[in-house]
Nanobody, 126 residues
Framework: QVQLVESGGGLVQAGASLRLSCTYS????????IAWFRQAPGKEREFVAG????????VSGDSVKGRFSVDRDNAKNTVYLQMNRLTPEDTAKYYC???????????????????WGQGTQVTVSS
């Protein structure tokens, strides 16, 4: 069974940083793109950032551009989301997702991703 497991969430104050991790059990995902999405209560799931298999192509959503960055370590089957200068508007449950191939765009939709983790909660207090 394919698994993606997120970790690193928590409660922080505005202005702080957090690094989320997504570890995947499926070794072949090292050849596939991985993305981060988030969902706040009452809102749709939003694309945050994504990274190609090699790490050479990285995309961030408009709402986090310049503050969040994505990276991956294929030797560890892990993708990271570094989040800086957090604001209360970043409060959400964060999910990592995988799919087989494709070029990541800034307007990614959750329907285009086939494998999902259970999410990790990030809460930013003002």
């Amino acid at each position: 069974q394919v698994q993606l497991v997120e970790s690193g969430g928590g409660l922080v104050q505005a202005g702080a940083s957090l690094r989320l991790s997504c570890t995947y059990s499926e070794r072949t995902f090292i050849y596939d793109p991985i993305a981060w999405f988030r969902q706040a209560p009452g809102k749709e799931r939003e694309f945050v950032a994504g990274i190609s298999a090699s790490g050479s192509h990285r995309v961030s959503g408009d709402s986090v551009k310049g503050r969040f960055s994505v990276d991956r370590d294929n030797a560890k089957n892990t993708v990271y989301l570094q989040m800086n200068r957090l604001t209360p508007e970043d409060t959400a449950k964060y999910y990592c997702a995988a799919r087989r191939g494709g070029v990541i765009r800034t307007d990614e939709s959750e329907s285009e991703w086939n494998y999902w983790g259970q999410g990790t909660q990030v809460t930013v207090s003002s």
